[in-house]
């Protein structure tokens, strides 16, 4: 057996695996940048859907229907819909509101925008 030769057989295939290690590592990183930005956007959303929930305990008048807001990098389209209701407690009936808020806003996943949303409700007693 001749010795030539081996020391640049085992340069490549070293090689040749630390590519493949350095790629799937490259892919992680990624991955979880890209759901970093997702869990961003999702607190952004939650944040805004609570602002308009604390609003509407403090009976201040929100718009219905969508509403743009740019925040956080994107924007977000806000639905708030209220519906009246009342609560029954033993013989005591109390009249309420009951407040819903949507947030929708795209977020871009692999290449490909897809729309997610974030719901809160709550019921504000006058």
Do not use: H, W
Request: hydrophobic share 45%; net charge positive; with cysteine.
């Amino acid at each position: 057996m001749q010795r030539r030769g081996y020391l640049l057989l085992e340069v490549t295939i070293g090689g040749a695996m630390a590519a493949v290690v350095l790629f799937g590592m490259m892919e992680f990183v990624l991955s979880g940048r890209v759901q970093n930005i997702t869990a961003r956007r999702m607190v952004m959303a939650s944040q805004i859907a609570n602002e308009a929930l604390e609003k509407a305990r403090a009976f201040e008048s929100l718009p219905p229907g969508p509403t743009a807001i740019p925040a956080g990098g994107g924007t977000y389209q806000r639905t708030v819909a209220s519906a009246s209701c009342s609560d029954s407690r033993g013989s005591v009936t109390l009249p309420c509101n009951e407040v819903t808020v949507r947030v929708d806003f795209d977020v871009v996943e692999g290449g490909v925008s897809r729309q997610r949303s974030v719901t809160m409700a709550a019921r504000v007693y006058p």
